[in-house]
């Protein structure tokens, strides 16, 4: 069976915990991938040394340099990499490389969208409108990326309730613990549908 061949981008300051659950379940068959490419801002980040010390192949690329785009594109190319995780990774990508992944790049958020997503909305900002909204439920959502932040189409949701008594940080982890098994089986769903369909 071919193994689809997945690049994972990160952020500088991400703790680099879904790359991880996506790595090891690729590792262990549970996603027809091998996780070829880490691209990260940072090469010293905390996730960009895990992701080393995992045996992954880490490459580095800055948004704020100029030629980013064409870094990214020959980094994509090189490795021959047919689908894209967003871990983390907090920027719209340059068009030019949504335009060579249709239906092939993922991200996951922290929260149910629609609701709680779009610019400033990530990390704890995110929890903390789902507790000022008084939501009964949170979750996560895996989605398709589009030019907009977290717009594009959902691919899969996983729930959690909110707890009486929740802060932010609580209700996090709960989430994460959701995204570590979502992100995953979105990604599994996306490569068996794309190959199905060749
Ligand atoms: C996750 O909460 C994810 O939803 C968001 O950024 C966070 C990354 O966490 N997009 P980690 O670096 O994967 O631990």
């Not at 871990?87 to 992944?101: C, I």
């Not at 932010?168 to 199905?196: C, G, N, W």
């Amino acid at each position: 069976m071919h193994l689809a061949r997945v690049a994972i981008m990160i952020g500088p300051k991400g703790r680099g915990s879904n790359m991880l659950a996506i790595a090891h379940n690729a590792a262990d068959g549970r996603i027809p991938a091998e996780v070829s490419l880490i691209i990260s801002p940072k090469l010293d980040s905390h996730a960009a040394i895990g992701a080393r010390e995992m045996g992954l192949r880490v490459e580095h690329a800055d948004p704020n340099r100029e030629g980013y785009t064409e870094r990214l594109l020959e980094l994509l190319q090189l490795h021959k990499i047919e689908f894209i995780c967003l871990a983390g990774y907090l920027r719209l990508l340059p068009k030019e490389v949504l335009a060579a992944y249709p239906n092939r790049i993922l991200n996951i958020h922290p929260a149910l969208l629609p609701k709680f997503g779009g610019k400033g909305m990530y990390g704890r900002h995110v929890h903390e409108a789902v507790l000022a909204a008084r939501e009964l439920e949170s979750g996560c959502t895996v989605h398709f990326v589009t030019e907009n932040y977290d717009e594009g189409p959902p691919i899969l949701q996983k729930r959690c309730p909110v707890e009486p008594g929740d802060t932010p940080e609580s209700l996090a982890l709960r989430v994460l613990r959701l995204e570590h098994v979502a992100f995953s089986e979105a990604l599994a769903k996306v490569i068996r549908d794309t190959q199905a369909e060749v």
